[in-house]
T-cell receptor, first 114, second 112 residues
Framework: GAVVSQHPSWVICKSGTSVKIECRSLDFQATTMFWYRQFPKQSLMLMATSNEGSKATYEQGVEKDKFLINHASLTLSTLTVTSAHPEDSSFYIC??????????FGSGTRLTVV | DAKTTQPTSMDCAEGRAANLPCNHSTISGNEYVYWYRQIHSQGPQYIIHGLKNNETNEMASLIITEDRKSSTLILPHATLRDTAVYYCIVRAPTGANSKLTFGKGITLSVRP
């Protein structure tokens, strides 16, 4: 089945620094990838839709200059949290797939900003 | 806005069937019903999906009412490892409604 690898699984960074999270589709080509954020005891919130070769589409209220998304190939999308602050601490999850194969989720990245 | 409503929580005994309901009264003709589950601190796991016919796989069965306004996910023999948050999602195959939008889900607790 479709496998999505997300890296790193957890990261701790200092306030003001930037963090990059990678999402890879290992055995299929993903034209579309989604990025979610999940705070404790809450549901997943869609942040943006990443389309290979074009700009990402951000959901309302998500700052595109703070959460930079790059989908340069059919197997890799990256989310960079720029100038991270403690309130950005969260569980970030990516999802990849196609209309035909459906969507598979990565294992998530727990970001802690100190 | 989530297009589905689910109870907040339910529990069942290990070895018994777990029936998880979901209402999606505003579902459109081209929208599928998807079920995912999330075990604590992990990414969501796909369970099953269907359009209008009942579906079964190695994990579960999906029963969709004839009017498609509600569905039930059935875990035939629940185990402790099935304790998780289960999300019912409606999604179109293409277009603006093809995004997977999560509601609050239902927390299933399987007791020994």
């Amino acid at each position: 089945g479709a496998v999505v690898s997300q890296h790193p699984s957890w990261v701790i960074c200092k306030s003001g620094t930037s963090v990059k999270i990678e999402c890879r589709s290992l055995d299929f080509q993903a034209t579309t990838m989604f990025w979610y954020r999940q705070f404790p005891k809450q549901s997943l919130m869609l942040m943006a839709t990443s389309n290979e070769g074009s700009k990402a589409t951000y959901e309302q209220g998500v700052e595109k200059d703070k959460f930079l998304i790059n989908h340069a190939s059919l197997t890799l999308s990256t989310l960079t949290v720029t100038s991270a602050h403690p309130e950005d601490s969260s569980f970030y999850i990516c999802s990849a797939g196609t209309v035909v194969t459906g969507y598979t989720f990565g294992s998530g990245t727990r970001l802690t900003v100190v | 806005d989530a297009k589905t409503t689910q109870p907040t929580s339910m529990d069942c005994a290990e070895g018994r069937a777990a029936n998880l309901p979901c209402n999606h009264s505003t579902i459109s003709g081209n929208e599928y019903v998807y079920w995912y589950r999330q075990i604590h601190s992990q990414g969501p796991q796909y369970i099953i999906h269907g359009l209008k016919n009942n579906e079964t796989n190695e994990m579960a069965s999906l029963i969709i009412t004839e009017d498609r306004k509600s569905s039930t996910l059935i875990l035939p023999h629940a185990t402790l490892r099935d304790t998780a948050v289960y999300y019912c999602i409606v999604r179109a195959p293409t277009g603006a409604n093809s995004k997977l939008t999560f509601g609050k889900g239902i927390t299933l607790s399987v007791r020994p």
